[in-house]
């Protein structure tokens, strides 16, 4: 078992120059960021935080519909690039933040409230579920809409390396009585997509992933 923090930077600096090129991680980009978008608020969100951005394959299909959005990853590698997507193409309302918001205090040095909340596979890799939906329920203003993307429950080897200590996916029904417990309400799942890969046992196994949404209350 690897003694590495599960925000191990090194493992996705190491792949940033080549994520891209990832048909299955592009396929699986794109439905998720359609069923983002599909879910969004009728009001378009004025402040919008995505954690877990990597290279933005999500985040330049849904900053177009935010006034504004802060982009944050633990990589400086997965920025770099998606830094260099931004300044290429111009784009004005992403700012990106290099931060570990697992880590105790780092919250505080994001501008919120946020009424726009998203990530994809990226809750995953966080340890504490509970407090980290907790946290993100402080960052959000009243009415705000959380949606994340992330795997079903699965066999423990979607990851290729074994070493690598992450929750494998999610029971729907726990994380809905995770993010009710955190605060959050009208909780709802959807199958965003479904992933088909071989595993390193070297079987095409079908990793469903879900979306779910909630909602900060007013009150």
């Given at each position: 078992?690897?003694?590495?923090k599960?925000?191990?930077?090194?493992?996705?600096?190491?792949?940033?120059?080549?994520?891209?090129?990832?048909?299955?991680?592009?396929?699986?980009?794109?439905?998720?960021?359609?069923?983002?978008?599909?879910?969004?608020?009728?009001n378009?969100?004025?402040?919008?935080?995505?954690?877990g951005?990597?290279?933005?394959?999500?985040?330049?299909?849904?900053?177009?519909?935010?006034?504004r959005?802060?982009a944050?990853?633990?990589?400086?590698?997965?920025?770099?690039?998606?830094?260099?997507?931004?300044?290429?193409?111009?784009?004005?309302?992403?700012?990106?933040?290099?931060?570990?918001?697992?880590?105790?205090?780092?919250?505080?040095?994001?501008?919120?409230?946020?009424?726009?909340?998203?990530?994809?596979m990226t809750?995953?890799?966080?340890?504490?579920?509970?407090?980290?939906?907790?946290?993100?329920?402080?960052?959000?203003?009243?009415?705000?809409?959380?949606?994340?993307?992330?795997?079903?429950?699965?066999?423990?080897?979607?990851?290729?390396?074994?070493?690598?200590?992450?929750?494998?996916?999610?029971?729907?029904?726990?994380?809905?009585?995770?993010?009710?417990?955190?605060?959050?309400?009208?909780?709802?799942?959807?199958?965003?997509?479904?992933?088909?890969?071989?595993?390193?046992?070297?079987?095409?196994?079908?990793?469903?992933?879900?979306?779910?949404?909630?909602?900060?209350?007013?009150?």
């Open positions: 078992m690897s003694d590495r599960w925000t191990d930077k090194q493992r996705f600096d190491s792949k940033a120059s080549e994520w891209d090129a990832n048909a299955v991680r592009a396929a699986l980009a794109d439905a998720v960021a359609r069923a983002i978008i599909a879910h969004l608020p009728v378009r969100p004025e402040n919008g935080l995505e954690f951005c990597g290279t933005g394959l999500v985040t330049l299909r849904v900053s177009p519909l935010l006034d959005l802060t944050v990853d633990t990589s400086d590698g997965m920025l770099v690039v998606l830094n260099e997507k931004i300044s290429a193409a111009g784009v004005p309302n992403v700012a990106t933040r290099l931060l570990d918001l697992s880590l105790s205090g780092t919250a505080s040095q994001l501008e919120g409230p946020f009424d726009f909340v998203f990530s994809s809750l995953h890799h966080i340890p504490d579920t509970e407090g980290f939906l907790s946290l993100l329920h402080g960052l959000m203003a009243p009415g705000g809409t959380l949606a994340i993307a992330d795997l079903d429950a699965e066999d423990g080897l979607f990851h290729e390396d074994a070493s690598e200590k992450v929750h494998h996916g999610f029971v729907r029904q726990r994380l809905k009585e995770q993010l009710e417990q955190a605060g959050f309400g009208f909780v709802s799942f959807i199958t965003a997509h479904v992933v088909e890969k071989k595993t390193r046992e070297g079987q095409i196994s079908s990793y469903p992933v879900f979306l779910v949404t909630a909602v900060k209350p007013q009150h």
